[in-house]
Structures are given as C-alpha cells and as structure tokens.
Nanobody, 119 residues
Framework: QVQLVESGGGLVQAGGSLRLSCAASGLPFSLYTMGWFRQAPGTEREFVASITWSTGRTNYADSVKGRFTISRDNAKNTVLVQMNSLNAEDTAVYYC????????????WGQGTQLTVSS
C-alpha cells in the first residue's frame, strides 16, 4: 500500500525558512518521480517542484526557483523541500505526490501540511 506522509509545516515569518518532509512507502522508488504541490484558499492546486528518484533530476515552478530546493534521502525514503526567503504568497497547504516516471498522472498523494507565512 502506497503511503505519503508530509510533515514540517507551520507558521513562519516572512523572509524565514522551513523544510517539509514526505515519508514515502510502498513504492518502487527507482521508477517514480516525487513532487510537491501547493494549494492556497480559493485557488487551484499548483506544481511546486519535482525530483526523479533514480537520477535526482529536479524541476521547479518559476515562482519558487532559486528559493526552494527539493531533494531525496534514499536511506530514509524521504523527499524534502527546503524553502527559503518565504513570503505571504507561499502560504498554502503543501502536498507530496508521486507519479511513475514518464507518466503525466500524479497517482499518489499525501494528506497535506499547512504552511503559513506571516508578513
């Protein structure tokens, strides 16, 4: 059974940093790409960043490029996103997701973790 469990959300001041974690299980990781998405109230869920597990190749939304860094911990089967220079526009529920590399469908989702940036 696939499980994605996010943690690390909270309240942070503008300009601050936070790191989110996604503990993954039940996946053949070498065949998957892991991603982070976010959804603010009244908006659609949007892509934030992704990492291909086997190669470490990363991809970022323009809005977070240079501020967020996605990485993976092979030993712990965990995907991390380090978020720096946070601003109020980063306030959202952040979701971890997984898709088979080469597929366009994000088939697996976590329950989400809230990040609130105070200005």
């Amino acid at each position: 059974q696939v499980q994605l469990v996010e943690s690390g959300g909270g309240l942070v001041q503008a300009g601050g940093s936070l790191r989110l974690s996604c503990a993954a299980s039940g996946l053949p990781f070498s065949l998957y790409t892991m991603g982070w998405f976010r959804q603010a109230p009244g908006t659609e869920r949007e892509f934030v960043a992704s990492i291909t597990w086997s190669t470490g190749r990363t991809n970022y939304a323009d809005s977070v490029k240079g501020r967020f860094t996605i990485s993976r911990d092979n030993a712990k089967n965990t995907v991390l996103v380090q978020m720096n220079s946070l601003n109020a526009e980063d306030t959202a529920v952040y979701y971890c997701a997984a898709r088979r590399t080469g597929s366009s469908s994000w088939a697996c989702w976590g329950q989400g973790t809230q990040l609130t940036v105070s200005s």
